[in-house]
């Protein structure tokens, strides 16, 4: 094992564990946790059936990497879209990061562009407040319009 870098101690098994648990959900649990949620609230909410994951971050294998690639994944993708028009814009995207979790110049970019194109674009730090953006944006149910600001 590694010595801490100021005291020269050895690092216990444990002492990772505590830190991974102090660490809060990952982006993964957190976004998981949001379907769920939008799957069992689209009795309330239909138009949440049609929320869905933009699969273009995460570990790959590099086979599996450029193969997704030449089927057209594009860096810094927000991970989820709702597909629904309110407040005179066509949609909601969102950006999942966990509390320490920052943007990469490729999720800035694609957050500048997607808002300049007239989508809500929203970065999430957690499951509740991705389910209430979600809930902002669905209620009240105004639908799209394009003479509306």
């Excluded at 949001?34 to 309330?44: E, K, S």
């Excluded at 699969?55 to 860096?75: C, E, I, S, T």
Aim: contains cysteine.
């Amino acid at each position: 094992m590694k010595p801490w870098p100021t005291t020269g101690a050895k690092r216990s098994p444990r002492a990772s564990i505590g830190a991974a648990k102090l660490a809060g959900p990952s982006e993964d649990t957190i976004q998981a946790q949001v379907i769920r949620w939008a799957t069992l609230q689209a009795g309330v909410y239909p138009e949440l059936a049609r929320l869905f994951h933009v699969p273009n971050g995460g570990q790959r294998h590099a086979a599996v990497a450029a193969k997704l690639k030449g089927q057209g994944v594009k860096a810094g993708v927000p991970d989820l879209f709702l597909p629904v028009p309110r407040y005179g814009r066509p949609g909601l995207w969102i950006e999942m990061k966990t509390a320490t979790g920052t943007l990469s110049k490729a999720q800035k970019d694609w957050g500048e562009f997607l808002e300049s194109a007239g989508y809500r674009v929203e970065v999430c730090r957690s499951f509740d407040q991705a389910r209430i953006v979600l809930l902002d944006y669905l209620n009240p149910k105004v639908p799209f319009s394009s003479g509306v600001i």
